[in-house]
Structure formats: structure tokens, C-alpha cells
């Protein structure tokens, strides 16, 4: 099969046109994939960020079809499903998990291996090309959003969310956001550009970080900068909550008097089992969430990391294998 593969920390993408099929054990499955996108922990594991095992297929927003489901969407933080979280259906959190494209195989190649037909959401109704960004980008954004839900919907009309960084995710907990609260949701980001994007997919205002922002209720920081998170705890209300999602590894002070009281910071990774199913619902009832993407066959990967290096794109980019 055709696959693409990362030899090593800082090497560039080997296209491999007979690289040797998955291999799959009892209980484990196949797909043929269709899409995947290009997210920028694909990068992280090229720079070498991740202890990934090297050689290895990239690519963790993958669909395909699977030959008894159909076309399916993967869920990619692959567990031990042993531990407490695993048992928890949170495997994203699990200490010893094996995520697909980061520690494992992944969907830039024409077939996958998955641990189980478990791991898969059928996909019925969406556009399996313009949905594979949901299983990472789509998904982290939501579980962000739901980390602030009940907050902003006790606070009804008066809640004001912010959202730091408008970029692909940005962009898709702005849609959640509006959809699923009554807040007002302000973006902010240092590029006019992405500033206008925000306003285009619903933000009510939006802003660049020295404009005077004002507080808010829920702060969702998709950058995790020093400087994002030193804005997030000045405009975090008190007994608000502060989710930091970007890896961008910023570090502030923590401590009593050092922030707004009773404001909960915490950290938010990648989305659980049922949340992709629930995600996926709520694209189906809301066809606004799954946005034209860009495509670029799998013989390109290397320049759609060169793109997304650069930030040369204006949402999610995704490789198709045909
Ligand atoms: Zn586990
Ligand atoms: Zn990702």
C-alpha cells in the first residue's frame, strides 16, 4: 500500500508506495482510508516533541470505510483500557496510551489498523472529507467548550466566553459555542485577518490582545502561550474557569491572590470516546460545524506541513488517498 512515513526527529515526509500492509491481531480491525487531516501535533511529532517510535505513519483525523460499518470516522487516542480513565471511556487521558499517528501507525496510507471495532464512529450523513478534521480539531475544541458549558448556561444571556486563538480549533468552539449557549463569544486573536474569520463564523466581537478585552466567564486558550494564558487569568472572572488546549508550553504563577478567586484553571486534551459520538450527532443536526476543508492528495504531505508550518492556511487542510 502507499504510505507516508516519518523515518525520524526533523527528517522529511517519505512518500513509500509499497510500504507492507497493517497487520492486525485478534479482536483488531482494518480500514481503507478515505481522508485525513494535517493538525499541528503532526508537526509536534516531526520536531521530535512526542517519545514517538520512529519509523512511523503519521495522521490521527482519519475516516475511511470499514467493511461491515461502512464509512466510519477512528477514534485516535487509543488506550490501555485497563486503567481508571480507560475505564472511564476517557482513554485520551490514559497514562500509557498508544494514540494513532503520534505513537502508532496512523491514516496518512491507504489502509489503517484499529485495536477494535470499538474505536470506530460510524459516520452516516456527514462528507467524509470535510469531517476528518472533527476527530481531532473538531473534538478538542468541544470537550474544551463542555468544560465551560454549565457555567455559561447558568449565566444565560449575561455569560461571556472568550475564546484565544482563532485559528482551526478557535474557529470550531466559536461554532459550538453559539450553538449550544446563550453567551456572548469574543475572540481574540494577534492576526486582523483571523480576527474578521472569528466574526465570519459567529463571533460576537472580536479583538486583538492589547485591545482592552474585558473579562469573562469561561476563557478558552487554544494557543497556551506565556502571554495568552498571562491574558486569560486577568480576564477570567472570579469563580470562572480557564482551559488551556494550545502546547504551546506557557507557565504562569498560581496560587491565592495570584488569580481571580475560586477562578479554576485546568488543561484540556483531545475529546473521550462518547464526546466524538456526540460531537458527531450534533454536525449531523448542524451541518455548520463541518466546513469546507482543503485537500491535497497523500503525495503531498510534506508541503501540507510546509503550509501549516508556515500558516499558510485558513482552516483545516486534509489529505485524501485518491
Ligand atoms: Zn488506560
Ligand atoms: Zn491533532
Known amino acids: 500500500m502507499r504510505a507516508v512515513v516519518l523515518g525520524g526527529v526533523g527528517e522529511g515526509l517519505e512518500v513509500v508506495d509499497d510500504h507492507a500492509e497493517p497487520v492486525v491481531g485478534d479482536g483488531e480491525t482494518i480500514i481503507d482510508v478515505t481522508a485525513c487531516g494535517v493538525c499541528g501535533s503532526d508537526l509536534h511529532v516531526v520536531d521530535g516533541d512526542f517519545p514517538s517510535n520512529l519509523p512511523m505513519i503519521l495522521g490521527h483525523e482519519v475516516t475511511g470505510v470499514h467493511e461491515r460499518l461502512g464509512p466510519v470516522m477512528v477514534y485516535a487516542p487509543w488506550g490501555c483500557r485497563s486503567c481508571t480513565q480507560c475505564e472511564a471511556g476517557l482513554e485520551q487521558i490514559c497514562p500509557d496510551a498508544t494514540e494513532a499517528g503520534l505513537f502508532t501507525d496512523g491514516g496518512y496510507a491507504e489502509r489503517m489498523r484499529i485495536p477494535g471495532e470499538s474505536y470506530l464512529s460510524v459516520l452516516e450523513g456527514l462528507d467524509p472529507v470535510?469531517?476528518?478534521p472533527l476527530a481531532c480539531g473538531g473534538l478538542t475544541a468541544y470537550r474544551a467548550v463542555m468544560h465551560g458549558l454549565d457555567l455559561l448556561r447558568d449565566r444565560g444571556e449575561a455569560g461571556r466566553a472568550l475564546v484565544i486563538g482563532a485559528g482551526g480549533l478557535g474557529q470550531y468552539a466559536i461554532r459550538y459555542l453559539r450553538l449550544l449557549t446563550d453567551t456572548t463569544v469574543v475572540a481574540v486573536d494577534l492576526d486582523p485577518a483571523k480576527q474578521g474569520t472569528a466574526l465570519e463564523v459567529g463571533a460576537h466581537e472580536a479583538f486583538g490582545p492589547d485591545d482592552g478585552i474585558g473579562t469573562a466567564d469561561v476563557v478558552l486558550d487554544f494557543l497556551g502561550a506565556e502571554s495568552t494564558m498571562v491574558l486569560a487569568a486577568?480576564?477570567?472572572?472570579?469563580?470562572g474557569l480557564v482551559a488551556v488546549v494550545g502546547l504551546y508550553g506557557g507557565r504562569i504563577p498560581f496560587g491565592l491572590g495570584a488569580v481571580?478567586?475560586?477562578?479554576?484553571?485546568?488543561?484540556?486534551?483531545?475529546?473521550?470516546?462518547?464526546?466524538?459520538?456526540?460531537?458527531l450527532d450534533l454536525a449531523r443536526s448542524e451541518p455548520s460545524i463541518v466546513q469546507p476543508v482543503e485537500t491535497l492528495p497523500l503525495v503531498d504531505a510534506q508541503l501540507a506541513h510546509d503550509r501549516l508550518r508556515r500558516g499558510d492556511l485558513k482552516g483545516r487542510l486534509v489529505l485524501t488517498m485518491k
Not at 486577568?234 to 469563580?239: D, G, H, L, M, T
Not at 481571580?260 to 460531537?279: K, V
Open 130 to 132: 470535510a469531517a476528518a
Open 234 to 239: 486577568e480576564a477570567v472572572r472570579r469563580q
Open 260 to 279: 481571580p478567586h475560586e477562578a479554576r484553571f485546568m488543561s484540556s486534551f483531545w475529546g473521550s470516546r462518547a464526546q466524538l459520538d456526540d460531537l
